[in-house]
């Protein structure tokens, strides 16, 4: 069923699932959300399946017409958010009606927002996701002037025919908080090797910057330079989170968005939950890298897991 109108797009508002898997040997990357933890929580506070499609919207903008009674959620950077000009609340579920127009303001705190629909948005899969990828020009809306592409106004977007619930929360204490401290921790690689003892103690011991060149493909830090003696590598496959070092020093963290294969050296790679953080900063913001073994990020991912799994959503009355 036909549910929202778009009628004004907003910054960088994509269409997202959980992303496309098992393409890389054709060439075709992940994409799906920079922020899987609000990602994942404005489905659930709609009851939908973990990976059901939603919109990633970054920095806010986003307005849409309801043309059905419906339910939505919205997670992630803070924003305002209004219904009818009314404010509403993040991190819980809205009761739409049609007419309704909802509309973001721009993030306050943090970078990506996600808007969830309860039933998820209904979107035809290309390469088994819905995942939009602007660079490669698949998932998203299917046809030739839509497909790849970010929202645009007057797009047309349908959801699943779902019952109405009532409606939950997410307990404050549970909302991440986006100006806290952005610790990336990290594994090496076996490429760290070719960086040297004081090139290593450099890059995790001071601050980066965020630069301007952040985007959806990979984050370009401002920093002290490290260098490896590498001075020519075969192209590789190239992981999530891989930070890898051009000559100028300057270290890259690649995202979601990333080149399948590349043929810069890599100091290591940043665990994925810690991405999440990343793609919440904006240009100007402060990181500092922490190295972690492989078997502390285990251990790290599995604290994060059980405390994930102790969240309950609440009903609002």
Same mark, same amino acid.
């Not at 109108?5 to 004004?8: A, Y």
């Not at 579920?93 to 309704?100: C, S, W």
């Not at 020009?137 to 592409?149: C, F």
């Given at each position: 069923m036909n549910t929202f !109108?778009?009628?004004?797009p907003g910054v960088m508002s994509l269409l997202q699932d959980a992303g496309r898997f098992g393409q890389h040997n054709i060439g075709l990357t992940v994409g799906g959300p920079m922020d899987p933890f609000a990602f994942t929580w404005a489905n659930r506070l709609c009851l939908n399946e973990a990976g059901a499609t939603a919109i990633e919207t970054t920095i806010g903008g986003l307005q849409l017409e309801a043309m059905v009674d419906t339910q939505i959620a919205i997670t992630g950077a803070v924003t305002q958010v209004k219904v009818n000009n009314q404010d509403s609340p993040m991190w819980q +579920? *809205?009761?739409? !009606?049609?007419? &309704?127009k909802i509309k973001l303001g721009f993030a306050s705190q943090g970078a990506r927002i996600y808007l969830a629909v309860a039933g998820g948005f209904d979107v035809e899969a290309q390469f088994g996701s819905t995942a939009t990828v602007v660079r490669e020009?698949?998932?998203? *809306? +299917?046809?030739? &002037?839509?497909?790849? !592409?970010g929202l645009a106004k007057t797009d047309i977007l349908a959801s699943h025919k779902v019952s109405a619930m009532n409606p939950l929360a997410m307990p404050s204490l549970a909302i991440p908080n986006y100006d806290a401290e952005c610790v990336l921790h +990290?594994? *090496?690689?076996?490429? /760290?090797?070719?960086?040297? $003892?004081?090139? !290593?103690? #450099?890059?995790?011991?001071? /601050?980066? +910057?965020?630069? /301007? $060149?952040?985007? $959806?493909?990979g984050y370009r830090m401002l920093g002290p330079e490290i260098h490896? #003696?590498?001075?020519?590598? *075969? #192209? /590789?496959g190239i992981c999530h989170g891989a930070i890898q070092v051009p000559a100028d020093g300057q270290p890259i963290i690649l995202l979601n968005d990333r080149q399948t294969i590349g043929g810069y050296p890599k100091i290591g790679s940043v665990m994925a939950r810690d991405t999440a953080k990343l793609a919440q900063l904006t240009q100007g913001k402060k990181l500092r890298f922490e190295p972690v073994s492989i078997e502390d990020a285990h251990g790290i991912n599995q604290i994060q897991k059980y405390k994930e799994s102790q969240i309950t959503l609440v009903e609002v009355v």
């Open positions: !109108k778009v009628i004004n +579920t *809205l009761n739409i !009606k049609a007419g &309704d020009g698949v998932g998203g *809306l +299917t046809g030739a &002037d839509s497909s790849g !592409k +990290t594994v *090496l690689g076996y490429q /760290e090797a070719s960086f040297s $003892r004081v090139d !290593k103690a #450099s890059f995790f011991s001071c /601050e980066y +910057t965020v630069s /301007e $060149r952040a985007d $959806r493909m490896s #003696s590498t001075s020519a590598m *075969l #192209s /590789e």
